[in-house]
C-alpha cells in the first residue's frame, strides 16, 4: 500500500516562501505522475504542480514563475518550492501520485495560509 505523507505547510505573510515535501512509501521512480493539488474552501481540487515521468513538469498558470517541483529519488521525496505567495495561494495542499490504472494516491493534506 502505497503512502503518502506531506509536510511544510504553516502560515506565512503575502511574499513570503516555503517549501512543501511529500514522502512516499516506496521509490518515486514507478510512479507515472507525481505532483501537488490544493483545494482552498468552497472551491474545487486543482492541479498546481506535477512531474510527468519521462515527460517533464506541468504548472497551473496561476502558479508559473512562483512555485517550483522537484524530486530526490535517493529520499522518495517530492518537493514543491513555493516563493512570492500571495493570499489566494490558501489552500489545503495534497499530495498526489498517479501508478498505471491504479486510483490515484494521496496524501491527508498540509494547510497553507498566506496572510495580507
Known amino acids: 500500500q502505497v503512502q503518502l505523507v506531506e509536510s511544510g505547510g504553516g502560515l506565512v505573510q503575502a511574499g513570503g516562501s516555503l517549501r512543501l515535501s511529500c514522502a512516499a512509501s516506496g521509490s518515486i521512480f514507478m510512479f507515472n505522475v507525481m505532483g501537488w493539488y490544493r483545494q482552498a474552501p468552497g472551491k474545487q481540487r486543482e492541479l498546481v504542480a506535477v512531474?510527468?515521468?519521462?515527460?517533464?513538469?506541468n504548472y497551473a498558470d496561476s502558479v508559473k514563475g512562483r512555485f517550483t517541483i522537484s524530486g530526490d529519488n535517493t529520499k522518495n521525496t517530492v518537493y514543491l518550492q513555493m516563493n512570492s505567495l500571495k493570499p489566494e495561494d490558501t489552500a489545503v495542499y495534497y499530495c498526489?501520485?498517479?501508478?498505471?490504472?491504479?486510483?490515484?494516491?494521496w496524501g491527508q493534506g498540509t494547510q497553507v495560509t498566506v496572510s495580507s
Open positions: 512531474i510527468i515521468r519521462g515527460a517533464g513538469t
Open positions: 498526489n501520485a498517479q501508478l498505471g490504472s491504479r486510483p490515484d494516491y
